[in-house]
C-alpha cells in the first residue's frame, strides 16, 4: 500500500525521517557525540544541541534531504515512484513541479549515495554482460545485446558510448548483481568473482573469450554454453537468469535514457535497491530506501 499520509504531510515526512535515521539513539552528525538534548525545532523537524560540541542540528542536516527549500514528504514520494514505479525524473518534475536541475539533482545525490552492492558469491554463478547505450544523451535507444557464440562483433566499449554491463546471478543465494564495467575483459571479470565464500567457484557462462582464462585456474570451476551452436541450456549449464534479469535492466533504464555513462552506477545502484524492497510493504520499502542513503 502506498504511504499516502507520508506524502500528505510534511509532520508525518518528518517523523517518517527521524525514525530511521535515529533509529541507533540520536548522535550529532559533527562530532558523533550521542550527548545531545531536544532543543526546539527547525519547521516540523526536531532540532538538537550537541553538548559535546555546542552547535545544533535537526532531523535533516547531514542527509540528503538537507538544505532543499521542497518539502521533504515531496522529494520521499519523488524516491518512492521512482524505484516502485519506475517514473523518469522528467514525469516527477511535473508532479512535484519543481524545475529539471533541481529533481536530477536530488534523485542523483539519492543514488549517489547507495552504498555498492557487496558481493559475497556462493555459488554457483552465472555471469554475462549486456551492453547499453550511455552516453549519447536520450538520443539512441538501447541496442540489443552483442551478437552471440565466439564473435566479438557488435560488442560495445566505454569510450564508444556503450559500456559493458555485467550481470552475475548468484544461485546459492539468489542475489542478482548488476555492475557496469570500463572493459570486458579478464581482470575485470576476476575481480567481479573475487569475494567468494567458496575455495572454488563454480560459474557458468557463455562463450566469450574473456572468460577462457578462467578454465585454467583452480579456483574457478567454469563451464559454458555456446549459444551459437543452437545450444541455449545444457541442464543445469546456462546463464537464462542473467539474460532475463538484463532485460528488467533493460526496462530499469527504459525511461532515463538519458543516462550517460559516468551516472550508469548510480542508476543501476538504484536498479539493485528497487529489487531488495520490492516485496516490502509501500512505507517499510521507503524507510529502506531512506535507510540505505544514511
Ligand atoms: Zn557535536
Redesign the pocket.
Known sequence: MIPLDVFSSESIAADLLQQVRWRDGVT?P??R?DRTVRNGSYREFQRYL?K??D?TFNDKTGTIFAHSKVALRRWLFSIYAFLRFNTSLRQLQCEIEVTHKTIHRRIERFARALDAPSLDLVGPVEIDEVYVSAGKKGRERDQPSRPRGLSTRGRGSYDGDKPPVFIIADRGTGQRYVIPAKAADESTIRLLLADRNEESLTVYTDGFRAYEPLDADDAFDREYVVHGDGEYADDEVHVNTCESHASLTRRWLSPHRGVSKDKLTQYLRAFQLRRELFREPGRDALKHAVRATL
Open positions: 550529532c559533527r562530532c557525540s550537541c559535546n560540541c552547535r
